[in-house]
């Protein structure tokens, strides 16, 4: 049988050979480029959907793009070789970089135009500039791709390329959907500007083109399917094993770290024994203050569907409700940290550098990604004021705190009750005055009274048990080959 295998093979080897003889001697080069394109496809068509090589393209600062790095760890370690595509700027996950089967390809940013030109003409010219590299980095700089991913948004022009490539090299091509494009565009220039509609046409068109479908809530799931007939399966975001509750002494060392550079976690007075919430004894080692600090936490992109102005409105009533000494006068101090890099950075800085607080200390860090978990391990409570333009997406930043056991106050929206429980794991609320209520009453007494933060604690236990790797392994890992 297998000489007989081998047999065949020649003769098709010579068939090939005889036939482009031909078609030489014939003039006809036109159609002898066709058929030895056609046969360069065909060979990479026999083990496409089969293989495990997978390019993902993100089109965003890879860094910044947790979900799409925890995606890139989980394909590797199922010993897939990969490629993924996208922006630098920030650090990318520790697994990632040290990674060997992980390449990444770093794109240009778009060059930067005079600013007295069309909005529109800008647009449509970093959108070629982007297809020019997409184009370039899939077909000359990475390895036959058996498998696409791609992150959506943004949509324009990463579905239309993947598809293309999808063609080209008979992948299998997936969209993991984070939320919807023209959402997004249509916070910036109206939800009637044309544009926007040609990007909901151009999402819709392009995403049914795809083999596959993850999305992020099961909101977003009946969503796909009743408006787009898309079927896609719900892959919550979940909290890797590096999100857990930081221990004491990684505590101390951490404040101590932060304190050199943001005087809000420091002590201001014996450098290396004391922090503002933590000190190391000679005796019993590192302890907690008994009159220490709340930390409160958030993590922002600093984007315009994250309003600051209330997190700063309710720290304003909460500074006056201590001021006051009324029934809730035994609130502690508190340190509020809001991390994250965006546009909008500089502007609440700028507010904030106004603010004359007594009571409470706010600071506004980068962390590296391995401070990050350290430090939502560390706090005592978190807020999230993400708020989905399509109202269809849950803020990942709540999945990280969840994870570290942290409890978070969250500002309402469509789906959020599909993370966040009210009165169970957290607390949900729709205004600055809510959300000052809500500090005042979880904060009194702290630290010695804090019985509601340690039930929510209590509750989170079991959403700590169920972790990426499990949830990638049982969603997609199951459908890579159908």
């Known amino acids: 049988m297998g000489k007989l295998k081998h047999v065949d093979l020649i003769l098709q080897v010579s068939l090939i050979i005889f036939m482009e003889i031909y078609l030489y001697f014939n003039g006809l080069y036109s159609l002898m480029f066709v058929t030895i394109l056609f046969l360069y496809m065909a060979s990479g068509f026999r083990v496409a959907r089969s293989g495990s090589q997978v390019c993902i393209i993100v089109l965003g600062d890879i860094g910044r793009s947790p979900r799409m790095q925890y995606h890139a760890i989980s394909f590797a370690k199922l010993k897939f070789d990969v490629d993924i595509i996208g ?3 920030s650090v990318p996950h520790p697994d990632l970089v040290q990674n060997a089967s992980i390449k990444q390809h770093i794109l240009r940013e778009p060059p930067s135009l005079p600013q007295f030109l069309p909005k529109i003409f800008q647009y449509v010219v970093k959108v070629l500039f982007q297809v020019c590299q997409l184009f370039f980095v899939l077909f000359f700089s990475i390895r036959w791709p058996s ?5 959506n948004p943004p949509s324009i022009p990463t579905l239309f390329v993947a598809w293309c490539a999808r063609i080209i090299y008979g992948s299998k091509y997936i969209i993991d959907w984070h939320n919807y494009g023209y959402t997004i565009l249509g916070m910036s220039v109206g939800s009637q500007h044309l544009l926007v509609r040609f990007a909901t046409w151009f999402e819709n068109f392009f995403g049914k083109k795809a083999d596959g479908h993850f999305c992020v809530t099961n909101a977003m799931k009946e969503d796909l399917k009743k408006n787009w007939s898309i079927k896609a399966n719900t892959l919550y975001d979940r909290p890797p094993e590096i999100f857990q509750e930081t221990a004491l002494k990684q505590k101390h060392e951490l404040f101590l770290k932060l304190s050199e550079e943001y005087s809000s976690f420091g002590d201001g007075s014996t450098r290396g024994i004391k ?12 302890v907690e203050k008994s009159q220490r600090p709340a930390l409160l936490i958030s993590s922002t992109s600093w984007t315009e569907d994250e309003d600051f102005s209330i997190l700063l409105g309710a720290l304003e009533k909460y500074e006056k409700a201590k001021e006051l000494g009324d029934k809730l006068s035994h609130l502690p101090p508190l340190v509020c940290a809001i991390t994250g890099k965006g546009p909008q950075k500089k502007y609440y800085q700028d507010i904030i550098a106004k603010k004359s607080f007594k009571h409470v200390k706010i600071c506004t860090p980068w962390l590296t990604a391995e401070d990050y978990p ?3 391990g560390a706090a005592d409570l978190g807020v999230c004021l993400h708020t989905s333009s399509s109202g269809l997406d849950l803020p990942m930043k709540v999945v990280d705190m ?15 009750n599909e993370l966040v429980k009210h009165e169970e794991n957290g607390l949900i609320f729709q205004n600055e005055s809510e ?6 009453v979880l904060l009194c007494g702290f630290p010695e009274k804090k019985t509601k933060l340690q039930t929510f604690r209590e509750n989170l236990k079991s959403f700590q048990e169920y972790r990426w790797e499990e949830s990638w392994t049982n969603t997609v890992k199951p459908t890579l080959y159908v």
């Not at 498998?147 to 992150?151: K, P």
Request: some cysteine; proline content about 2%; glycine content about 12%.
């Open 374 to 376: 350290l430090l939502l």
């Open 87 to 89: 922006y630098g700027g």
């Open 435 to 440: 959300l000052a209520e809500q500090l005042q």
């Open 147 to 151: 498998h696409i991913m791609v992150q």
């Open 275 to 286: 922090t503002a919430f933590t000190e190391d004894t000679r005796s019993s080692g590192v």
């Open 402 to 416: 969840f994870g570290c056991g942290l409890p978070v106050c969250a500002i309402n929206f469509n789906c959020l």
